[in-house]
């Protein structure tokens, strides 16, 4: 069964680095998606993504954030001077037809501590 | 602003039926959503249900949706021990106004199954 992948699944970065997080998506789908969790909060939206270009993003992606689909398969999140507070499970999701069902195909999610 | 609100925990024996609820602010949300967390799993669509729907079975679960009081719930009849897990109530607000996949999720309700 086609799934959503992401590496690393673990990254431990010291304050101020740069970090990217890679996410392959289902093959055939169009839209794609950066959600965060904070240990204990809830799942948070972060960004959407749809004919190479962000279609919407949350407060919380700000200019350290960006995103992109360098290759056509993968879709990548970068955070460019990390703070503690992005600390966070960040997961990668695709749909074929957006939200229409709520059919976002999650993947297993890229567990970022800043130190 | 749109908030999703779950209780943290809920424990049942194996056999008995589980009851997960959740409330939600967003009355122009159109779809609801039930998504499930394994263990080192990313979050993978139960169920959903339309707005205007009040009640959605699908084998073992049932949701119903009371419109008026912005409550949702999940029942899961007969539960096994393969449903422990993390169940996340979701929205999808402004779906008309054109959002591309900014569900709104609650922070999960951790369904621990006894034997």
């Known amino acids: 069964e086609p799934e959503v992948t992401q590496t690393p699944s673990h990254q431990v970065t010291q304050m101020g680095q740069e970090v990217i997080l890679r996410c392959v998506p289902i093959?055939?789908?169009?839209?794609f998606y950066w959600y965060r969790q904070i240990l204990g909060q809830k799942v948070e939206f972060l960004v959407s993504?749809?004919?190479?270009?962000?279609?919407?993003k949350s407060e919380i992606f700000d200019d350290q954030f960006s995103v992109e689909r360098p290759d056509g398969s993968n879709f990548t999140l970068k955070i460019r001077s990390t703070k503690l507070e992005d600390s966070a499970m960040y997961f990668c999701?695709?749909?074929?037809?957006?939200?229409?069902?709520?059919?976002?195909?999650f993947g297993e999610g890229s567990r970022l501590t800043v130190l | 602003g749109e908030d999703v609100e779950q209780s943290l925990f809920l424990s049942v024996r194996e056999g008995d039926s589980s009851v997960i609820n959740c409330t939600y602010t967003?009355?122009?949300?159109?779809?609801l959503y039930w998504y499930k967390q394994e263990p080192g799993a990313g979050l993978q669509l139960l169920t959903y249900?339309?707005?205007?729907?009040d009640m959605k079975q699908d084998q073992r679960l049932t949701v119903l949706l009371n419109k008026k009081d912005k409550h949702l719930s999940l029942r899961i009849a007969d539960t096994q021990t393969g449903d422990s897990a993390i169940y996340f109530c979701?929205?999808?607000?402004?779906?008309?106004?054109?959002?591309?996949?900014?569900?709104?999720f609650g922070k999960g309700t951790k369904l621990s199954v006894k034997p």
């Open positions: 993504f749809y004919n190479n270009e962000i279609s919407e």
């Open positions: 093959s055939n789908h169009l839209y």
């Open positions: 979701a929205e999808s607000p402004n779906f008309y106004g054109g959002s591309q996949g900014n569900l709104i």
């Open positions: 249900i339309f707005s205007n729907m």
């Open positions: 967003d009355s122009s949300s159109t779809y």
């Open positions: 999701a695709s749909s074929r037809t957006g939200v229409v069902t709520g059919e976002l195909f």
